[in-house]
């Protein structure tokens, strides 16, 4: 592996009762393409969310670039804007236009001036293939489109990692493609990756490894052929038996 980026060691969360992340052990390299799949409720998403400190956890430890999750004020936001998620339900601001979505992060928490801040948004907007919509509402783009946006928005910070929970699952499938081109393209790029998702068509193209998660564990890790071809627990094996 490169130079490692995001490191968890160890690390354990409850809800409650519920054990949702169990001794946690994750390297993710510079440049990595890490897809996390497994069962619905398994603590795929608490796992993205406890990264980008949307979650606390109780023990254990994560890091960013060699620095530990911060735990509040101005550095929080600094660790937001260092790894960028992009959420199942787009998450734009309804109320603003796509092209003030993509540069409020930049103006507000990095602190760049409003047309420096336009004129990387537009470049984004390009690469994503929507900047006709830049002075349109969320709410007047497809939910393929919105999704690109919510990307364009995540660049627009400069992210070292971007998360994906499941990005293309509320999409109607004529636009999961067109979000998954977007990741591809970034993946050769070379961006740190953590994508949690089922298709499969994405992990073979893109990921260099599997992280297979049930019941709060990470099961097993492989290269994608492997995971999908050969997968070694009983766990993977039954979950493969009902996606594939
Ligand atoms: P996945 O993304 O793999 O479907 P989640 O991380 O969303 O799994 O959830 C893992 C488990 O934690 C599930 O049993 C879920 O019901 C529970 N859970 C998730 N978020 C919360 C929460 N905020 N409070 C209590 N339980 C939660
Ligand atoms: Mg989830």
């Given amino acids: 592996m490169t130079e490692p980026l995001v490191v968890l060691k160890d690390v354990n969360k409850h809800f409650g009762d519920l054990h949702v992340l169990q001794d946690i052990n994750l390297q993710i390299g510079k440049g990595e393409v890490v897809v996390v799949i497994g069962p619905s409720g398994s603590g795929k998403s608490t796992l993205c969310r406890t990264i980008n400190r949307l979650e606390?956890?109780?023990?254990?430890?994560?890091?960013?670039?060699?620095?530990?999750?911060?735990?509040?004020?101005?550095?929080?936001?600094?660790?937001?804007?260092?790894?960028?998620?992009?959420?199942?339900?787009?998450?734009?601001?309804?109320?603003?236009?796509?092209?003030?979505?993509?540069?409020?992060?930049?103006?507000?928490?990095?602190?760049?001036?409003?047309?420096?801040?336009?004129?990387?948004a537009m470049e984004l907007l390009?690469?994503?293939?929507?900047?006709?919509?830049?002075?349109?509402?969320?709410?007047?783009?497809?939910?393929?489109?919105?999704?690109?946006?919510?990307?364009?928005?995540?660049?627009?910070?400069?992210?070292k990692v971007m998360l994906f929970d499941e990005p293309t699952s509320a999409l109607d499938p004529e636009m999961i493609n067109e979000v998954l081109d977007v990741m591809v393209g970034l993946a050769k790029e070379g961006m740190t990756m953590v994508v949690v998702t089922h298709e499969m068509g994405f992990a073979r193209k893109a990921a260099n490894r599997v992280v297979f998660m049930a019941d709060g564990q990470i099961v097993e890790e492989a290269q994608p052929e492997t995971f999908f071809t050969a997968p070694r627990s009983d766990r993977a094996k039954d979950f493969l038996g009902k996606i594939l």
């Fill in 56 to 120: 606390t956890f109780e023990s254990g430890t994560i890091t960013i670039d060699g620095k530990p999750l911060p735990e509040e004020g101005k550095e929080l936001a600094q660790l937001r804007a260092d790894v960028g998620m992009v959420f199942q339900s787009f998450n734009l601001f309804a109320h603003k236009t796509i092209l003030d979505n993509v540069t409020l992060g930049p103006v507000k928490v990095r602190g760049q001036g409003k047309k420096d801040a336009e004129k990387r």
């Fill in 126 to 159: 390009e690469r994503v293939g929507v900047a006709q919509q830049a002075q349109k509402y969320p709410a007047q783009l497809s939910g393929g489109q919105q999704q690109r946006v919510a990307i364009a928005r995540s660049l627009a910070m400069d992210p």
